[in-house]
């Protein structure tokens, strides 16, 4: 394990939910710019640092039924797991870093609320959008810390990102559909600022 496995491994063992900043009780944003793709919900979809967010139980009970949750932490996603229960066995679990990630099949939705923003130095940036380049072929849903979000989550250096630079980051291969600018309250009465952006892949 390394030390990155080791850091979120340590954040979900010893954090409940209601002290992490970035729990959401519903993931009203994502799933407005999902639902607004009005893809077909048969088609494969993936939840990008996906640990134990509700996205996945929204995302079942809106009838999509080819789901993935990847995350580097192997208890984030025992959390939801436990959590969905029987509903659990629905959906693929994968423990990875995404930049380790081997896919084995293309996904008509990426979506990404966590892992994104903690990429800092440029060639791990590259990486990840070759990735996400090669592996969607419809839409990409990605949401951010702002400019005027935080520096630092988790203790860890973040990217931050204005709906411009998030364009530019995507748009040899992507073309936006939308962003737009969203203040997070955290479970502890605190807000950060995001940005979340969906795209459509260029034919």
């Known amino acids: ?25 519903y993931p009203s944003t994502s799933m407005d710019l999902i639902n607004n793709l009005k893809m077909d919900k048969s088609l494969p979809v993936i939840d990008i640092g996906g640990g134990d967010s509700k996205l996945v139980d929204a995302l079942l009970e ?87 979000g935080p520096l630092k989550c988790s203790g860890l250096p973040i990217s931050q990102y204005s709906c411009k630079s998030i364009l530019k980051n995507f748009e040899e291969r992507f073309k936006s559909i939308e962003c737009k600018s969203i203040i997070h309250k955290t479970p502890f009465d605190t807000k950060q600022d995001f940005i979340f952006s969906s795209f459509n892949k260029k034919l």
């Open 1 to 25: 394990m390394n030390k990155k496995q080791q850091h979120w491994e340590y954040i979900f063992e010893k954090k409940s939910p209601a002290e992490m900043s970035w729990t959401e009780t």
């Open 62 to 148: 809106n009838g999509y039924n080819d789901i993935s949750v990847l995350d580097i932490s192997k208890k984030a996603l025992e959390r939801s797991q436990i959590r969905l229960g029987e509903h659990s066995k629905k959906v693929n679990w994968i423990v990875s870093d995404v930049l380790s990630f081997k896919p084995q099949k293309s996904y008509a939705l990426w979506h990404d609320r966590a892992s994104f923003h903690f990429l800092i130095d440029s060639m791990e940036i590259e990486s990840y959008t070759n990735l996400v380049s090669q592996w969607v072929n419809k839409h990409l849903v990605i949401g951010t810390f702002s400019v005027n």
